[in-house]
């Protein structure tokens, strides 16, 4: 085989992913990707050097696949890449809520499927991703599995049946941040900063305090105490977010994303 990755799916995160490879050592030549639209299969080519191919060529010609499509659209894919697919090759699944179960019952017998569950800090390299073996992986595939993701951030492995919990917190989890920083620059423009002056406070502080949270190592319970004085400015505004269960409302939003993927992967 001519080449040893195939992307297929050249979207935000099958991009993301190509680019991470490439700025992780990986050579283009090394490495393919799918796309049908003749435009953006030239910007591809043009921005990476990558050979841009079809799926059914991507499946002949690479010895791991990534799929990297939506979930309503893995079913066609997965017809069209069957013929080619041999029980040698590793397949990587990006799409939520699809189980290992469902991509092994369409290709042929014994094929490796790892499932990956990442999240869009991916783009500037601080992803989360986090994944899990199929019925025919073992410890080789899923090091490679690894080591394709730890190009655009962190990994962890989890057992299949923990992804609709890793989806409601790390692949919504972007999602609950940018709303609280959102909600904390409304707050910031409400007392009469300057929209601009509210911004860099406010990302800067949660960048801070993130960077804080991983170099320290310590419990965000300990860290959020070394701020919050007895009667001082942060207990008041604490005190504001537990008598509106800002807490309970967390719990509750997750366990909604949790059973909402939970409900995807049924249909």
Same mark, same amino acid.
């Given at each position: 085989m001519s080449a040893q990755v195939a992307v297929l799916g050249a979207g935000v995160m099958g991009e993301t992913l190509l680019s991470g490879l490439i700025r992780a050592g990986r050579r283009p030549q090394d490495l393919l990707i799918t796309e049908r639209r003749p435009e953006r299969a030239a910007e591809l080519r043009e921005r990476y050097g990558v050979d841009v191919v079809s799926n059914l060529e991507a499946a002949k010609r690479a010895d791991t696949l990534v799929l990297v499509v939506k979930p309503q659209d893995m079913p066609d894919l997965l017809a069209e890449i069957a013929p080619a697919v041999q029980p040698t090759q590793t397949i990587v699944s990006l799409a939520a809520g699809i189980t290992t179960g469902f991509v092994e019952s369409r290709l042929p017998e014994g094929v490796a499927v790892v499932r990956v569950m990442p999240n869009t800090p991916a783009l500037v390299d601080e992803g989360m991703a986090a994944i899990s073996r199929g019925a025919h992986c073992d410890e080789?595939?899923?090091?490679? #599995?690894?080591? &394709?993701?730890?190009? /655009?951030?962190?990994?962890?492995?989890?057992?299949?049946?923990?992804q609709d919990a890793v989806t409601a917190i790390s692949g919504s989890g972007p999602a609950y941040i940018f709303f609280v920083v959102e909600a904390m620059i409304e707050a910031?423009?409400?007392?009469?900063?300057?929209?601009?002056? #509210?911004?860099? &406070?406010?990302?800067? /502080?949660?960048a801070g305090s993130a960077k804080l949270l991983r170099e320290t190592g310590e419990h965000p319970t300990v860290l959020r105490e070394r701020v919050t004085s007895p009667g001082g400015t942060t207990a008041a505004a604490v005190r504001e977010l537990e008598d509106h269960k800002v807490r309970a409302a967390f719990l509750s939003a997750i366990e909604a994303a949790r059973n909402?993927?939970?409900?995807?992967?049924a249909e």
């Open positions: 080789s595939h899923l090091e490679l #599995a690894e080591g &394709l993701l730890a190009a /655009t951030g962190r990994v962890v492995r989890v057992p299949e049946k923990q910031g423009v409400h007392m009469g900063l300057p929209r601009g002056t #509210a911004t860099e &406070l406010v990302v800067q /502080t949660v909402r993927s939970r409900d995807l992967a």
